[in-house]
C-alpha cells in the first residue's frame, strides 16, 4: 500500500513539460506594429510521442513543422527545430519560457558571418501576445526588426 500511494504521489507531482506549449495552439491574427496587412497564423498543436509539434501556417500557406523538445533537467527550456513545407530543417533554435514570456533563439551561418535572431513574445492574456523579433551580429546587441500584436481568434483542440 505504502509503494502504490508513492507512486501515485510521485505521477501527480510530475509537472506536464509540455502544458505550457498548449498555450500557442490556435488561429491567430497577427498585426505588425509597421502597419502592413493583418496576417491569420494557425498553429495546430499537439503532442506526438514523446515531442510536441505545432504545424504552422500563414494565410493558409504552410509554413513549418515546429518541433518542441524538453532540455533535460531545465524547466521551462526547450530546443526547437523547424522543418519546413520542402523537407529542409533549419538550424536548431531555443525556447525559454519564463512565467508569460517566451523566448525563441536562434542563429543563420552565412559562410562564416553568423547572425543572431530573438523573438520574445509575451502574453498578456491567453489570447494576446505582443511579439517582438530582432537581429543581431555579435548576439548582444539587437535590432528590433518587426514588433506587433497576435490576438487569438480560434482555440484548437
Known sequence: MYLLIVFLLFFAA????????????????????????????????????????????????????????????????????????EGRATSRGDLEINGNQWIFLS?????GRTTYYRTINTFTTHNHIHFEQSESDNNRDWTVTASGEEVRTTAHR
Not at 495552439?25 to 515531442?51: E, L
Open 14 to 85: 510530475a509537472p506536464d513539460q509540455y502544458a505550457p506549449l498548449t498555450l500557442y495552439n490556435g488561429t491567430w491574427a497577427v498585426t505588425r506594429k509597421d502597419g502592413g496587412k493583418a496576417d491569420t497564423m494557425t498553429n495546430q498543436c499537439s503532442k506526438v510521442g514523446h515531442f510536441y509539434a505545432c504545424d504552422q501556417s500563414v494565410n493558409s500557406t504552410p509554413g513549418a513543422l515546429l518541433v518542441f523538445i524538453p532540455i533535460p533537467n531545465k524547466p521551462g527550456r526547450y530546443y526547437t527545430q523547424n522543418i519546413r513545407p
Open 107 to 111: 542563429n543563420w551561418d552565412q559562410g
